[in-house]
């Protein structure tokens, strides 16, 4: 069993910037997919990112230009760089985790079985 601990997480005003990390443990080899998803309250989780262990990346349309996702391989953490945060981006941020696909990382919440506790993102107007 996958462990995911997310970190990075805080209360900051519009336009402000964070830096989520998400660092996996109880596994010995490299993770597959690991990826980013979001949920605020009353909606469903949405995924926002993910990237494969070879570097492919996707994003959501509505964070393109101004999230970042990246990894280490080796230590199995990857990481989520807000930029130009904004009230709609209020969400509680979890980080995911699949060992099984091949080719792009799917971004629908079912397809991963090993998810974080979470870390909470507030933007403020």
């Known amino acids: 069993q996958v462990q995911l601990v997310e970190s990075g997480g805080g209360s900051v005003q519009a336009g402000g910037s964070l830096r989520l990390s998400c660092a996996a443990s109880g596994i010995q080899y490299s993770i597959y997919c690991m990826a980013w998803f979001r949920q605020a309250p009353g909606k469903e989780r949405e995924g926002v990112a993910t990237?494969?262990?070879?570097?492919?990346?996707q994003y959501v349309d509505s964070v393109k230009g101004r999230f970042t996702i990246s990894r280490e391989n080796v230590k199995n953490i990857v990481y989520l760089q807000i930029d130009s945060l904004k009230p709609e981006d209020t969400a509680k941020y979890y980080c995911?985790?699949?060992?099984?696909?091949?080719?792009?990382?799917?971004?629908?919440?079912?397809?991963?079985?090993?998810w974080g506790q979470g870390t909470q993102v507030t933007v403020s107007s």
């Open positions: 995911a985790a699949e060992t099984r696909f091949v080719g792009n990382c799917p971004a629908e919440p079912l397809q991963y079985n090993d």
């Open positions: 990237i494969t262990l070879g570097g492919t990346i």
